[in-house]
Protein backbone atom coordinates (compact mmCIF):
# COMPACT_ATOMS: atom_id res chain seq x y z
CA UNK A 1 0.00 0.00 0.00
CA UNK A 2 1.38 3.59 -0.91
CA UNK A 3 1.90 6.01 1.78
CA UNK A 4 0.32 8.61 0.13
CA UNK A 5 -3.32 7.57 -1.74
CA UNK A 6 -5.19 9.86 -4.53
CA UNK A 7 -7.86 9.29 -6.85
CA UNK A 8 -6.19 9.30 -10.17
CA UNK A 9 -9.59 10.40 -12.11
CA UNK A 10 -10.31 11.54 -14.89
CA UNK A 11 -12.01 13.97 -13.34
CA UNK A 12 -14.10 16.14 -15.64
CA UNK A 13 -16.76 19.08 -14.58
CA UNK A 14 -18.40 22.20 -16.44
CA UNK A 15 -16.50 25.44 -15.97
CA UNK A 16 -17.37 27.65 -12.72
CA UNK A 17 -17.31 24.57 -11.06
CA UNK A 18 -16.25 24.12 -7.46
CA UNK A 19 -13.41 21.16 -7.65
CA UNK A 20 -12.46 18.98 -4.79
CA UNK A 21 -9.53 16.89 -4.48
CA UNK A 22 -8.19 14.72 -2.12
CA UNK A 23 -5.35 12.44 -0.74
CA UNK A 24 -5.26 10.15 2.30
CA UNK A 25 -1.79 8.92 4.09
CA UNK A 26 -0.81 6.54 5.97
CA UNK A 27 2.42 7.59 7.84
CA UNK A 28 1.66 9.55 10.74
CA UNK A 29 5.42 11.63 10.52
CA UNK A 30 4.26 13.88 7.43
CA UNK A 31 3.81 17.51 8.93
CA UNK A 32 4.16 19.31 6.22
CA UNK A 33 1.75 19.16 3.08
CA UNK A 34 1.58 20.59 -0.39
CA UNK A 35 -0.68 20.76 -3.55
CA UNK A 36 1.56 21.26 -7.20
CA UNK A 37 -0.94 21.70 -10.72
CA UNK A 38 0.90 19.51 -13.53
CA UNK A 39 0.77 20.84 -17.15
CA UNK A 40 1.49 18.49 -19.92
CA UNK A 41 5.07 18.52 -20.45
CA UNK A 42 5.91 20.80 -17.85
CA UNK A 43 7.42 20.85 -14.45
CA UNK A 44 4.97 20.20 -11.04
CA UNK A 45 4.20 24.00 -10.04
CA UNK A 46 3.56 24.57 -6.50
CA UNK A 47 -0.49 26.03 -5.29
CA UNK A 48 -0.61 25.40 -2.03
CA UNK A 49 1.70 24.99 1.13
CA UNK A 50 0.44 24.33 4.72
CA UNK A 51 1.64 22.72 7.60
CA UNK A 52 -1.42 22.84 10.32
CA UNK A 53 -4.49 20.98 10.42
CA UNK A 54 -7.51 23.40 9.17
CA UNK A 55 -7.74 25.98 6.18
CA UNK A 56 -5.40 28.10 4.23
CA UNK A 57 -7.05 30.14 1.26
CA UNK A 58 -5.01 31.17 -1.47
CA UNK A 59 -7.58 33.09 -4.36
CA UNK A 60 -9.63 30.29 -5.78
CA UNK A 61 -7.69 28.02 -4.00
CA UNK A 62 -8.31 26.61 -0.49
CA UNK A 63 -6.10 23.72 1.08
CA UNK A 64 -7.87 21.99 3.84
CA UNK A 65 -6.01 19.42 6.66
CA UNK A 66 -6.89 17.20 8.79
CA UNK A 67 -3.96 15.42 10.38
CA UNK A 68 -6.93 13.25 13.00
CA UNK A 69 -7.51 11.44 10.05
CA UNK A 70 -4.79 12.12 7.55
CA UNK A 71 -6.69 13.49 5.08
CA UNK A 72 -6.02 16.77 2.96
CA UNK A 73 -8.20 18.32 0.00
CA UNK A 74 -7.66 21.00 -2.43
CA UNK A 75 -10.81 22.94 -3.34
CA UNK A 76 -11.13 24.96 -6.25
CA UNK A 77 -13.87 27.42 -6.74
CA UNK A 78 -15.25 29.04 -10.10
CA UNK A 79 -12.69 26.13 -12.49
CA UNK A 80 -11.75 27.91 -15.13
CA UNK A 81 -10.70 25.77 -18.53
CA UNK A 82 -7.50 26.78 -17.81
CA UNK A 83 -7.76 24.38 -14.29
CA UNK A 84 -7.10 22.10 -16.81
CA UNK A 85 -3.88 19.66 -15.59
CA UNK A 86 -2.73 17.00 -12.96
CA UNK A 87 -3.12 17.84 -9.31
CA UNK A 88 -0.74 16.36 -6.76
CA UNK A 89 -0.80 16.26 -3.45
CA UNK A 90 2.81 16.12 -1.81
CA UNK A 91 3.47 16.20 1.90
CA UNK A 92 7.02 15.79 4.27
CA UNK A 93 8.08 14.28 7.68
CA UNK A 94 9.92 16.09 9.93
CA UNK A 95 13.61 15.11 9.56
CA UNK A 96 13.24 14.71 6.43
CA UNK A 97 15.10 17.32 4.46
CA UNK A 98 13.27 18.07 1.36
CA UNK A 99 12.02 14.68 0.77
CA UNK A 100 8.53 15.02 -0.65
CA UNK A 101 6.18 11.93 -1.09
CA UNK A 102 3.58 12.58 -3.79
CA UNK A 103 0.37 10.90 -4.60
CA UNK A 104 0.07 9.60 -7.94
CA UNK A 105 -2.18 12.92 -9.66
CA UNK A 106 -5.72 13.60 -10.16
CA UNK A 107 -6.32 14.45 -13.87
CA UNK A 108 -8.82 17.22 -14.47
CA UNK A 109 -10.17 18.97 -17.33
CA UNK A 110 -12.77 21.63 -16.79
CA UNK A 111 -15.27 21.96 -19.58
CA UNK A 112 -16.68 24.82 -21.46
CA UNK B 1 15.47 35.25 -9.67
CA UNK B 2 15.99 32.68 -11.94
CA UNK B 3 14.15 29.47 -11.69
CA UNK B 4 15.36 25.77 -11.95
CA UNK B 5 16.86 25.38 -15.37
CA UNK B 6 17.44 21.30 -16.35
CA UNK B 7 19.29 20.38 -19.51
CA UNK B 8 19.13 18.46 -21.59
CA UNK B 9 14.98 18.70 -22.73
CA UNK B 10 14.88 15.68 -24.34
CA UNK B 11 17.27 12.58 -24.61
CA UNK B 12 17.04 9.10 -26.03
CA UNK B 13 19.38 6.42 -25.26
CA UNK B 14 19.78 2.93 -25.83
CA UNK B 15 19.58 -0.40 -23.21
CA UNK B 16 23.32 -0.73 -21.57
CA UNK B 17 23.90 2.86 -22.11
CA UNK B 18 24.70 5.56 -19.32
CA UNK B 19 23.36 9.11 -19.30
CA UNK B 20 24.22 12.27 -17.58
CA UNK B 21 21.56 14.82 -16.69
CA UNK B 22 21.90 18.52 -15.48
CA UNK B 23 20.45 21.10 -13.21
CA UNK B 24 20.90 24.51 -11.79
CA UNK B 25 19.15 24.84 -9.07
CA UNK B 26 17.54 28.42 -7.80
CA UNK B 27 20.31 31.33 -8.07
CA UNK B 28 22.04 30.98 -4.49
CA UNK B 29 20.19 27.76 -3.28
CA UNK B 30 22.09 24.64 -2.04
CA UNK B 31 19.78 22.05 -1.61
CA UNK B 32 18.87 20.84 -4.95
CA UNK B 33 16.44 17.39 -5.10
CA UNK B 34 16.12 14.72 -8.03
CA UNK B 35 12.50 12.85 -8.70
CA UNK B 36 11.76 10.41 -10.97
CA UNK B 37 7.95 10.42 -13.26
CA UNK B 38 6.27 7.41 -14.43
CA UNK B 39 3.05 7.30 -15.78
CA UNK B 40 3.05 3.65 -13.33
CA UNK B 41 5.00 4.68 -10.51
CA UNK B 42 4.19 8.95 -10.27
CA UNK B 43 6.70 10.84 -8.94
CA UNK B 44 9.32 9.32 -6.81
CA UNK B 45 11.98 10.74 -5.26
CA UNK B 46 15.76 9.72 -6.00
CA UNK B 47 17.70 12.01 -3.41
CA UNK B 48 18.92 15.55 -2.34
CA UNK B 49 21.77 17.04 -1.87
CA UNK B 50 23.06 20.26 0.48
CA UNK B 51 26.22 21.67 0.02
CA UNK B 52 28.02 19.04 -2.38
CA UNK B 53 26.76 16.56 0.42
CA UNK B 54 24.10 13.86 -0.63
CA UNK B 55 21.63 14.28 2.32
CA UNK B 56 18.87 12.03 2.02
CA UNK B 57 18.30 9.47 -0.60
CA UNK B 58 14.71 7.39 -1.94
CA UNK B 59 14.66 3.58 -2.83
CA UNK B 60 16.55 3.50 -6.36
CA UNK B 61 19.42 1.01 -7.30
CA UNK B 62 22.83 2.22 -7.36
CA UNK B 63 22.87 2.94 -10.98
CA UNK B 64 21.21 6.01 -9.98
CA UNK B 65 24.13 8.36 -8.68
CA UNK B 66 24.33 11.88 -8.34
CA UNK B 67 26.52 14.70 -7.52
CA UNK B 68 26.79 18.56 -6.57
CA UNK B 69 29.36 20.94 -7.37
CA UNK B 70 30.40 24.15 -5.03
CA UNK B 71 28.47 26.44 -7.82
CA UNK B 72 25.17 24.40 -6.84
CA UNK B 73 24.53 22.63 -9.86
CA UNK B 74 23.95 19.47 -9.94
CA UNK B 75 24.39 16.15 -11.94
CA UNK B 76 22.46 13.41 -12.06
CA UNK B 77 23.70 9.76 -13.69
CA UNK B 78 22.22 6.57 -14.57
CA UNK B 79 24.41 3.79 -16.04
CA UNK B 80 23.47 0.62 -17.61
CA UNK B 81 19.74 2.13 -18.85
CA UNK B 82 17.20 -0.16 -18.83
CA UNK B 83 13.54 0.21 -20.17
CA UNK B 84 12.22 0.96 -17.19
CA UNK B 85 14.42 3.84 -16.62
CA UNK B 86 12.09 5.57 -19.22
CA UNK B 87 10.77 8.44 -17.45
CA UNK B 88 10.71 12.00 -16.88
CA UNK B 89 13.62 13.23 -14.65
CA UNK B 90 12.91 16.28 -12.62
CA UNK B 91 15.04 18.57 -10.39
CA UNK B 92 13.52 20.68 -7.48
CA UNK B 93 14.78 23.79 -5.38
CA UNK B 94 13.61 24.68 -1.96
CA UNK B 95 11.40 27.50 -1.65
CA UNK B 96 14.00 29.42 0.83
CA UNK B 97 17.86 28.73 0.49
CA UNK B 98 19.84 27.99 3.57
CA UNK B 99 19.96 24.58 5.32
CA UNK B 100 15.88 24.68 5.86
CA UNK B 101 13.78 21.64 5.64
CA UNK B 102 10.47 20.74 4.72
CA UNK B 103 10.52 23.11 2.79
CA UNK B 104 8.02 23.74 -0.70
CA UNK B 105 9.74 22.67 -4.02
CA UNK B 106 10.02 24.75 -7.10
CA UNK B 107 10.86 22.37 -10.15
CA UNK B 108 12.28 22.54 -13.33
CA UNK B 109 10.39 21.23 -16.88
CA UNK B 110 12.41 17.95 -16.35
CA UNK B 111 14.82 15.80 -18.94
CA UNK B 112 12.27 13.68 -21.09
CA UNK B 113 14.76 10.19 -21.00
CA UNK B 114 13.47 7.76 -23.54
CA UNK B 115 15.46 4.01 -23.34
CA UNK B 116 15.38 2.21 -26.89
Known amino acids: QKEVEQDPGPLSVPEGAIVSLNCTYS??????FMWYRQYSRKGPELLMY????GNKEDGRFTAQVDKSSKYISLFIRDSQPSDSATYLC????????????FGTGTQLKVEL | KAGVTQTPRYLIKTRGQQVTLSCSPISGHRSVSWYQQTPGQGLQFLFE???????NKGNFPGRFSGRQFSNSRSEMNVSTLELGDSALYLCASPRRGGMYSNQPQHFGDGTRLSIL
Open chain 2, 49 to 55: YFSETQR
Open chain 1, 90 to 101: AMSETGGGNKLT
Open chain 1, 50 to 53: TYSS
Open chain 1, 27 to 32: NSAFQY
